[in-house]
Each structure stands twice: as structure tokens, then as C-alpha cells.
């Protein structure tokens, strides 16, 4: 099966800047996710990337996607306390059964 | 609000029980999921329809049972279920197999 690994915990401060990382095994992936969940909440897609770019930049959030070392990373700049949630990085190509998740990370902001 | 509703938020069952998870999507997609998210392991793939027909069966007892009667809806029924099933279980849609999928808010269900 496929491997998605992501750290567990992150702990930043209000106002500093969030890097969340994540590696994969495949490198046959079409797109590469960032989904984030809230505390009794479902997945919320909060950006993807093709697996052609390098980077993806949109409002607060940037991608970096580096193919040759299969790393993906999420950067938050001037993290809220309402970025606090669990992160998770997922992979995949055609077809639902090629849909990986990592296990999250867990962000907390301290104010 | 990502336009996938599931019913209920929560559900208390027992053993013997038999219950109806429901999901409804209102943006026209054409594939919908169930995962189970259990704490500290990965989203498992339980179930998926393309187009009112199930694709992925991932191995899952017949205890659960999926039902897709159209596109925009899709069920999960519960019998005879173990306190090991206790999770919370995730419906998603998309337009594609497999690419971009949106979340409904989950209904946690425990087993007593």
C-alpha cells in the first residue's frame, strides 16, 4: 500500500508562520491535497496541487510540492488561533482506491 | 458549509440495533464515500459509487450494508454492530473518482 507520513503535533505562536510537512512513497500521484478538521467536524479541502507544479500559492496558504524527494508541505503565514485543527496531506491518482490520507497533524496555536 | 449534509451528527446504538446513516449531496457530483475515521489510524475507504454503482467494496463485513438509490444520495445501514465499529464515519462526494473530494461533517456513532 501506499505510504503518507506526517509529523503528529505542531505548536506555533500567534502571528509566526505554520510549515506543515508531509512524504509520500508513490511518485505516480496526480494531485496532492491539503484537507483540514476541526474539532467534530468532517475534511475541509482547503487546497491541492498537480503533481506538475512546484508551488501553489493562495491568500495565507503555499504549497510546495518537490517531486524528487516526494515531500509536500503546507506554510500558514501569520497563523490564527482559528488555524488550530488537524492538518492531513493525501495523494492520488485515478481511481477512489488510489485516494491516500496521512495520519494528521495536529497544529495548536498558542496565543 | 461544504454542501455534503449528513444525518445525524451522532448515534448511540446497541449491539442488536439496526440504524441508517444518510448522506445528501447538493453539488451535482457524481461519485460518493463512506470512510471511517477512528482515532489514531488513517481514513479507511469503506465504500464507493460512481454513478449509483458501487467501485470499491474495501473489504468491509456485511454488517455494513451501502445503498446509493441516485446520484445525490447515499446510505449506510448499521446491523449487529461491534464496539470495535465505533467511530466516526465520514460521507464525501466529487465530480471525479477519486480527485477533489468534499466532506460532510461526519456522524459519530458509538456501540455500547
Known amino acids: 500500500g501506499e505510504d503518507v507520513e506526517q509529523s503528529l503535533f505542531l505548536s506555533v505562536r500567534e502571528g509566526d508562520s505554520s510549515v506543515i510537512n508531509c512524504t509520500y512513497t508513490d511518485s505516480s500521484s496526480t494531485y496532492l491535497y491539503w484537507y483540514k478538521q476541526e474539532p467534530g467536524a468532517g475534511l475541509q479541502l482547503l487546497t491541492y496541487i498537480f503533481s506538475n507544479m512546484d508551488m501553489k500559492q493562495d491568500q495565507r496558504l503555499t504549497v510546495l510540492l518537490n517531486k524528487k524527494d516526494k515531500h509536500l508541505s503546507l506554510r500558514i503565514a501569520d497563523t490564527q488561533t482559528g488555524d488550530s485543527a488537524i492538518y492531513f496531506c493525501?495523494?492520488?491518482?485515478?481511481?477512489?482506491?488510489?485516494?491516500?490520507f496521512g495520519t494528521g497533524t495536529r497544529l495548536t496555536v498558542i496565543p | 458549509e461544504t454542501g455534503v449534509t449528513q444525518t445525524p451528527r451522532h448515534l448511540v446504538m446497541g449491539m442488536t440495533n439496526k440504524k441508517s446513516l444518510k448522506c445528501e449531496q447538493h453539488l451535482g457530483h457524481n461519485a460518493m464515500y463512506w470512510y471511517k475515521q477512528s482515532a489514531k489510524k488513517p481514513l479507511e475507504l469503506m465504500f464507493v459509487?460512481?454513478?449509483?454503482?458501487?467501485?470499491e467494496n474495501n473489504s468491509v463485513p456485511s454488517r455494513f450494508s451501502p445503498e446509493c438509490p441516485n446520484s445525490s444520495h447515499l446510505f449506510l445501514h448499521l446491523h449487529t454492530l461491534q464496539p470495535e465499529d465505533s467511530a466516526l464515519y465520514l460521507c464525501?462526494?466529487?465530480?471525479?473518482?477519486?480527485?477533489?473530494?468534499?466532506f460532510g461533517s461526519g456522524t459519530q456513532l458509538s456501540v455500547l
Open positions: 464525501a462526494s466529487s465530480q471525479v473518482e477519486g480527485e477533489k473530494l468534499f
Open positions: 493525501a495523494e492520488s491518482w485515478t481511481g477512489a482506491n488510489n485516494l491516500f
Open positions: 459509487y460512481n454513478f449509483k454503482e458501487q467501485t
